[in-house]
């Protein structure tokens, strides 16, 4: 007889595993299936978490470095690596294990293996040990998440070629060090490793780091990383990268094509991600896929197989974590017959770099090329209490508003704890608030909050500290 249940979600990263717990709470008799080895996917187990708490490690490295400049005596610092890994290590299997404890909780039945869809209705559990099972269920969510791009002809051994899971499990710091992408993870990565003594060099095919961002905001955080003593090669393509036993070559050319060698010691190639789809076995089922290799969903994430739903990074739609979650709960809750829904115009992104960067909403660039008119409030945190009563200022908070309604569009954010400060954003926006709304509303003194209180004061021209 095989096992049946009410719902069989495939994958247990964010998406998946929240979407388990919500289906379970719902009264859904639910199997979550995982084919790593620990529940959590690539956030908990080799991405948002470990970064983290490397980041985090790293950080206070390069403070405890400098606490002599500000009256804290302390002697020489040193670096045990190995014990930093062990920390973030036990980040990770404290946060996993929690995964299961809740799944218990929740009597959600947990197979280890590898999915693949053997009908609509039945997936085949495959796992290391040759054992091979069927389960069934009237419906089954994909939340299997996505991978790193690598380059055309290039293969990662996350040894010298690395991807973001190389670079968070590196032995010992890298003398010199090429990031080849602008984007989120090579820039945190690069923070990481640079902090720990490396020379770290990006190379960016644009002109701009971080696409896709508030282009003032992108500039100002290009400044901040380059006195970081981060390098950066804007405008320039890799063709190809070769190894020897001690030393990578990255061989580029610029937009005029002049030719560049960068020689290093380890490549961390950070180009973009792709939807992990290829071993669910989707066209058994007739499930379509769209020119980018994601699954296509509609409205209520179901793909074209109406009992099959798809959610995270395997969809359309920015990869990360906290989307996938919403997806997963709201799926969860279509399933169950309720009416869930994402506001997709109210996800924040948050980079974890020193300071930190945070948006949510729409950017200058995209308000011009949607001829939308619309007022700017900035403020600095040069000029707020807190931040310089701990010698954090550099960055600032920008507000984009209609400039008839006052309605928020979108807000963007370069300084201390961007990525805690976005939060009351979020909620601002998702209520429909206005500037005024936020420039009326008493922020606790001193905090890095009044900032935001500030640049909303801003838009008309009337902050008290500026």
């Given at each position: 007889m095989l096992e049946k249940f009410d719902v069989i979600v495939i994958g247990s990263g964010p998406g998946g595993y929240v979407c388990a717990?919500?289906?379970?709470?719902?009264?859904?008799?639910?199997?979550?299936?995982?084919?790593?080895?620990?529940?959590?996917?690539?956030?908990?187990?080799?991405?948002?978490?470990?970064?983290?708490?490397?980041?985090?490690?790293?950080?206070?490295?390069?403070?405890?470095?400098?606490?002599?400049?500000?009256?804290?005596?302390?002697?020489?610092?040193?670096?045990?690596?190995?014990?930093?890994?062990?920390?973030?290590?036990?980040?990770?299997?404290?946060?996993?294990?929690?995964?299961?404890?809740?799944?218990?909780?929740?009597?959600?039945?947990?197979?280890?293996?590898?999915?693949?869809?053997?009908?609509?209705?039945?997936?085949?559990?495959?796992?290391?040990?040759?054992?091979?099972?069927?389960?069934?269920?009237?419906?089954?969510?994909?939340?299997?998440?996505?991978?790193?791009?690598?380059?055309?002809?290039?293969?990662?051994?996350?040894?010298?070629?690395?991807?973001?899971?190389?670079?968070?499990?590196?032995?010992?710091?890298?003398?010199?060090?090429?990031?080849?992408?602008?984007?989120?993870?090579?820039?945190?990565?690069?923070?990481?490793?640079?902090?720990?003594?490396?020379?770290?060099?990006?190379?960016?095919?644009l002109d701009h780091i971080t696409p896709g961002m508030d282009k003032e905001i992108s500039n100002e955080f290009m400044k901040i990383l380059k006195k970081q003593g981060i390098n950066f090669h804007l405008n320039t393509k890799v063709d190809s990268i070769t190894k020897s036993t001690n030393k990578v070559v990255a061989q580029t050319s610029d937009k005029e094509g002049k030719k560049k060698n960068f020689e290093c010691d380890v490549a961390l190639i950070s180009i973009g991600r792709k939807p992990c789809t290829q071993n669910l076995n989707l066209n058994k089922v007739g499930i379509k896929l769209d020119e980018k290799g994601r699954i296509k969903v509609n409205k209520n994430f179901q793909t074209t197989i109406s009992n099959i739903y798809a959610i995270g990074d395997v969809i359309e739609g920015p990869m990360l974590a906290h989307k996938a979650e919403e997806e997963g709960i709201a799926a969860a809750e279509l399933i169950a017959g309720q009416a869930g829904q994402v506001n997709y115009d109210v996800i924040p992104g948050v980079i974890y770099t020193y300071p930190e960067v945070a948006y949510v909403g729409m950017t200058e660039e995209q308000l011009k090329s949607k001829k939308q008119s619309y007022k700017i409030g900035k403020f600095s945190f040069m000029a707020n209490s807190r931040a310089k009563a701990i010698d954090e200022t550099e960055g600032f908070v920008k507000i984009l508003v209609n400039d008839k309604t006052d309605k928020i569009l979108g807000v963007h954010i370069i300084g201390p704890h961007a990525g805690e400060l976005i939060a009351e954003i979020a909620i601002a926006m998702e209520f429909g608030a206005s500037s005024e709304d936020i420039a009326r509303t008493c922020h606790a003194h001193p905090t890095f909050s009044e900032a935001i209180k500030e640049a909303a004061l801003s838009v008309d021209k009337r902050q008290i500290h500026s």
């Open positions: 717990i919500r289906l379970a709470q719902l009264g859904l008799k639910t199997a979550c299936i995982e084919s790593r080895d620990t529940l959590g996917g690539t956030c908990l187990n080799i991405g948002c978490i470990p970064s983290k708490s490397l980041l985090n490690l790293s950080e206070n490295f390069h403070k405890a470095k400098n606490f002599e400049k500000i009256g804290i005596e302390i002697g020489q610092v040193k670096l045990n690596l190995e014990k930093m890994m062990k920390n973030k290590n036990k980040s990770v299997t404290i946060l996993t294990k929690g995964i299961e404890f809740l799944f218990k909780k929740n009597k959600i039945t947990y197979f280890n293996g590898v999915a693949s869809f053997k009908s609509k209705n039945q997936v085949h559990i495959s796992h290391k040990d040759k054992k091979e099972k069927i389960i069934e269920s009237k419906n089954i969510v994909i939340s299997t998440g996505s991978e790193p791009v690598n380059l055309p002809g290039i293969k990662f051994d996350e040894k010298k070629i690395i991807s973001s899971t190389g670079a968070l499990s590196m032995q010992s710091v890298p003398k010199k060090m090429l990031v080849i992408g602008g984007g989120y993870i090579g820039l945190e990565m690069g923070s990481v490793w640079s902090r720990l003594g490396s020379e770290v060099h990006v190379i960016e095919f």
